[in-house]
């Protein structure tokens, strides 16, 4: 049995403006110290997924209207607040983008820890301040013993985030959600804390799921990738099969799309047309269609399921032997994914049906 | 790229005076340049008690019609740089040349004169955008500051603008909240081009959009710059995105340039230890890669730009100072931006051992070789340099 196990999720907002369709159906499975990558753009559910099963999500806007979330059997979205708060930190945590609104300006770290390894454990005060200098130590913060009783106003972004990582390893937890845990800090500190959360994990064994819009860092930090679109999972592969082969037309599309550092000189960058959703809009057909240059008739009216590259392939859920899924009716050709562009003979994208969407951008005029 | 090419609109009011204009020399000229921010203390008496040395003594040329790329982590200077360049800060010292004139020195309407030719595009098209003005609105601001030809044909002018930038023209009525944040930064560009500039300074301009938004900017970038013959300053912290647009790179670290180069230069032979650095650290979106490669993971943080380290900037974190047993030189003199190769630049006393280093190889390697096994789908086309599946370095 998978450590964590979510069926159907479906996470909708009511505001002012009308509901919002965050997540619109998302089933993935997490085994025990696995590292599964989230990727998406903003508004894609990725963050709100990981909210919605750490029973975080902003209240009382955010609702979970549908599906199941499992951890180790049990079903988290049953539980009272009581019971739920008894797992966080124990069996589950979360490492925000965000250090500094992530922790509490009027406390020092000291508290902030201590508090947390109390709230958990038998220990007594001393006990836990020990536990809590050696967890510093433990993530590369300097003279810990001094250090513990700063605020975290005297800490830098990437010493932040250090002692996000150290409060949320301190009770050795089954499964760590990082939600973009780097955007914030810049690349050599980014290289500093992604090492030291890959250590930490895989010494602990601790499942991984990272989440991030930055297909450089899965690269490099995830062993399989759940790619997100519009609330939905669009492609999930192991991470090296993923980047080998991307079949679903957005994998595709944010591959070209990205300046690598590895790319020849002179490669032009193929942009994906259009903007993101509006997720005020109930889905309609595969949410990827307006901006896809493979889309047919069908899309638009169609939103095909998660289903094997290979048709009739058993599904395999997690491991590295995960099986390639994607939700496309009419995925690239591999010598199309190398090129990013669709190259059958007089292959036009299907027209919108009926009016027009009120697409603001128009085609952008060739150089 | 560089080939000049008439503007499609005309300037309605003709060409600008012909006193302004050196044709010969580069567009701009930067030279020791320094921008401190006071520190005081005490709320009545302010007193001085120090300064934080944003850009601290930086020096460069761009050519017409070149891109110049400069990068950095935050607060390296590198913002403070493009900002002051169009005097949206004074200079505290040094020479900043357009077009043969010392912009340092200008003030009023002289100043003024030259600012329509140079133009910025701002990092966060969210809060760079009045949402009060409709996007037709924001586009002929500039025009009607400079009392640039009759209202109709302003409103011509901003219908062009729009359409120039890939936005329809009829949106021109809406507010900036109708609008994605790559639209908004398309009218941004829109507005930044109004009074047909010379010079942009674009200061991260992508860094706020969504990934898949990201290149259609920078494409509409390139392309502009190929229509009218832009001269850009591009300031990112995102090195792979720099070196993507730029001709040349201008690595900063704490108020200086500690090395310049050829943007393929400097991606494949750094010489500057915090360069290695900085490339090393970049996650490439390819596992196999990924899989590969040493990082060389620099320790501690940047430090204050208000208390410099002594010597050399970088010799706290320096990862090639203590493979060569901490040598006094890095501690006691400040290394000078020399010339290594043609057109490269750099400020280390040992940049000459870098090349060669293991870590060298280890960047190098990895970036050359789009290490695709074989089967691969986006194993290299025949045009690609680099033996496919060669093993690890």
Same mark, same amino acid.
């Given at each position: ?367 | ?88 800060? %004074?200079? /505290? &010292? *040094?020479? !900043?040349?357009?077009?043969?004139? +010392?912009?340092? =020195? ?5 100043? $003024? #004169? ?17 949402? %009060?003005? /409709? &996007? *037709?609105? !924001?586009?002929?601001?500039?025009? +009607?500051?400079? =009392? ?5 044909? $302003? #409103? ?17 009525? %809406? ?219």
């Amino acid at each position: 049995m998978a450590l964590l196990e979510i069926e159907g999720l479906v996470v909708r907002f009511r505001t002012h403006e009308g509901t919002i369709h965050a997540v619109n159906g998302v089933s993935f499975q997490v085994d025990e110290g696995e590292t599964l990558g989230l990727v998406g753009e903003s508004g894609c559910g990725k963050s709100v997924t990981s909210l919605a099963l750490m029973r975080l999500l902003p209240s009382p806007a955010g609702h979970v209207e549908g599906g199941r979330v499992r951890l180790d059997g049990t079903e988290l979205l049953d539980l009272t607040e009581a019971e739920m708060r008894d797992l966080r930190g124990r069996e589950l945590a979360m490492i925000f983008q965000d250090p500094m609104t992530s922790l509490n300006p009027v406390l020092t770290i000291a508290e902030q820890m201590v508090e947390t390894i109390r709230a958990h454990t038998q220990m007594t005060a001393e006990q836990a301040t020990a536990r809590a200098v050696e967890l510093l130590g433990m993530v590369g913060i300097p003279r810990p013993e001094t250090r513990l009783k700063a605020f975290p106003h005297e800490f830098s972004g990437g010493m932040r985030q250090r002692v996000m990582i150290a409060m949320a390893l301190a009770l050795h937890p089954r499964l760590l959600i990082a939600d973009e845990p780097t955007t914030a800090l810049d690349v050599t500190i980014q290289a500093q804390v992604l090492e030291l959360l890959r250590a930490l994990t895989a010494d602990s064994g601790t499942a991984v799921i990272l989440i991030t819009h930055d297909l450089g860092v899965v690269a490099g930090m995830t062993r399989r990738i759940n790619v997100m679109y519009a609330g939905y999972i669009v492609e999930t592969a192991p991470t090296a099969e993923l980047f080998a082969h991307p079949a679903h037309p957005y994998t595709v599309g944010l591959l070209h799309s990205i300046p690598r550092l590895d790319a020849v000189e002179g490669e032009p960058l193929i942009p994906i047309e259009g903007t993101p959703p509006d997720q005020r809009r109930a889905p309609v057909g595969c949410p990827f269609a307006p901006r896809c240059a493979w889309r047919l008739a069908a899309c638009w009216s169609t939103n095909p399921p998660l289903e094997p590259l290979v048709t009739g392939m058993p599904v395999v859920l997690t491991g590295d032997r995960a099986t390639h899924r994607i939700a496309c009716l009419n995925p690239p050709t591999p010598e199309e994914a190398a090129a990013g562009l669709p190259l059958r003979e007089g292959f036009v994208a299907a027209p919108a049906p009926g009016s027009v969407v009120d697409e603001l951008a128009i085609a952008e005029v060739p150089a | 790229m560089t080939a000049p090419q008439l503007a499609p609109a005309p300037r309605p009011d003709g060409e600008a005076p012909a006193g302004d204009r050196a044709t010969a020399g580069p567009l701009l000229r930067v030279e020791d340049l320094k921008v401190y921010f006071p520190i005081t203390e005490g709320l009545i008496l302010q007193r001085h008690i120090g300064d934080v040395r944003a850009v601290d003594g930086v020096s460069f040329e761009l050519a017409r019609g070149e891109t110049l790329g400069l990068v950095g982590e935050s607060g390296c200077g590198k913002s403070t740089t493009g900002r002051a360049l169009l005097r949206l800060y %004074r200079p /505290t &010292a *040094g020479r !900043i040349e357009f077009d043969g004139h +010392d912009l340092a =020195a200008l003030d009023g309407g002289q100043l $003024r #004169r030259f600012r329509r030719r140079m133009q910025m595009i701002f990092q966060d098209p969210y809060a760079s955008l009045n949402p %009060r003005m /409709t &996007a *037709g609105g !924001i586009v002929r601001e500039p025009l +009607d500051i400079f =009392a640039v030809g009759t209202p109709p044909e $302003r #409103r011509e002018r901003v219908r062009d603008l729009l359409a120039t930038v890939g936005l329809d023209p009829d949106f021109a009525d %809406r507010y900036p909240h109708e609008f994605s944040g790559g639209q908004r930064q398309r009218i941004g560009v829109a507005r930044a081009l109004a009074l047909n500039p010379e010079l942009i300074v674009a200061d991260e301009p992508i860094s706020a959009l969504d990934v898949s938004i990201q290149a259609q900017i920078i494409n509409l970038l390139e392309r502009l710059q190929g229509q009218f013959g832009l001269t850009y300053l591009f300031i990112a912290h995102d090195l792979s995105v720099v070196r993507h647009i730029s001709d040349r790179i201008a690595v900063m670290y704490l108020g200086r340039i500690v090395e310049v180069a050829a943007a393929r230069e400097l991606n494949e032979r750094p010489l500057h230890p915090y360069t290695v650095a900085l490339l090393s650290a970049i996650p490439v979106p390819d596992p196999v890669i990924e899989g590969r490669r040493r990082r060389i993971i620099l320790t501690g943080d940047v430090p204050s730009p208000a208390n410099p380290p002594s010597g050399c900037r970088f010799h706290t974190r320096c990862w090639l100072r203590e493979r060569l047993g901490n040598p006094e030189e890095c501690v006691t003199q400040d290394p000078a931006l020399r010339p290594l190769a043609s057109g490269h630049q750099v400020a280390c006393h040992f940049a000459e051992r870098v090349d060669g280093s293991v870590e060298q190889v280890q960047v190098a390697a990895a970036l050359l070789r789009r290490a695709a096994p074989v089967d691969s789908t986006r194993a290299a086309p025949p045009d690609r340099p680099g033996p496919a599946g060669a093993p690890p370095g």
